[in-house]
């Protein structure tokens, strides 16, 4: 059975940057497409970013693209979100998630997510 724990939230002043890790156990990682979602104080959760099981492909929501980066490590069981020149707007409970197997890395529409990290807390404020 898959499990996914994420890691490396914090405080971080905007332009600074943040690297979280979703650590993977239990299963296979390589069938598994992993996005990264988000959820802002008080809104919904969101799409920031996926990665297709064998890192080939990756998908980013618009408001962070050029900004962040997704990558995989199989051999570890991690993957990691790299964001840069954060903004008060990137705010938010950070979590990795995953589909079914072999899912497509697409943000639109809202994918169907079947397991979920425990969520780490990012703030992006002077």
């Known amino acids: 059975q898959l499990q996914l724990v994420e890691s490396g939230g914090g405080l971080v002043q905007p332009g600074g940057s943040l690297r979280l890790s979703c650590l993977a156990y239990?299963?296979?990682?390589?069938?598994?497409?992993i996005f990264w979602i988000r959820q802002p104080p008080g809104k919904e959760r969101e799409g920031v970013s996926c990665i297709t099981g064998n890192g080939f492909m990756t998908s980013y929501a618009d408001s962070v693209k050029g900004r962040f980066t997704i990558s995989r490590d199989n051999a570890k069981g991690t993957i990691d979100l790299q964001m840069n020149d954060l903004k008060p707007e990137d705010t938010g409970v950070y979590y990795c998630?995953?589909?079914?197997?072999?899912?497509?890395?697409?943000?639109?529409?809202?994918?169907?997510?079947?397991?979920w990290g425990q969520g780490t807390p990012v703030t992006v404020s002077e």
């Open positions: 239990g299963t296979v990682l390589d069938y598994y497409t």
């Open positions: 998630a995953a589909p079914r197997m072999f899912a497509l890395c697409e943000l639109s529409p809202d994918p169907q997510l079947n397991t």
